[in-house]
């Protein structure tokens, strides 16, 4: 029984680390423009923006709130998008259905 109970316990260790640990659902604020889905829109967003795009970062937990202009895709155009809105005085980003 002892041994039955440890190979059991290497099997749920070893079926973690192969998968990983779970993964919650992500809840999106709905705010447009809300990247990192902290629920304002900041500087933060434009840098996770950046990070995404660029180096290789995380993809935005709630793409439709990331996709400023409503294109379908996340590009350099929803960049350049917050970009205009947080430094510019641009329109604020568009709500996607997010």
Do not use: H
Not at 25 to 50: F, H, I, K, M, Q
Not at 66 to 95: E, K, Q, R, V, W
Request: hydrophobic share 40%.
């Amino acid at each position: 029984m002892k041994i039955i109970t440890l190979f059991v316990i290497a099997l749920l260790f070893g079926t973690v680390l192969i998968f990983g640990t779970p993964v919650k659902a992500v809840e999106c604020t709905g705010v447009p423009g809300d990247v990192n889905n902290d629920g304002r829109v900041t500087l933060s967003d434009y840098l996770y923006l950046y990070q995404y795009l660029w180096n290789g970062g995380p993809e935005p937990p709630c793409p439709d709130q990331a996709d400023m202009n409503c294109s379908g895709n996340i590009t350099i155009s929803d960049y350049l998008y917050l970009y205009n809105y947080l430094f510019m005085g641009g329109p604020a980003p568009m709500d996607c259905g997010a």
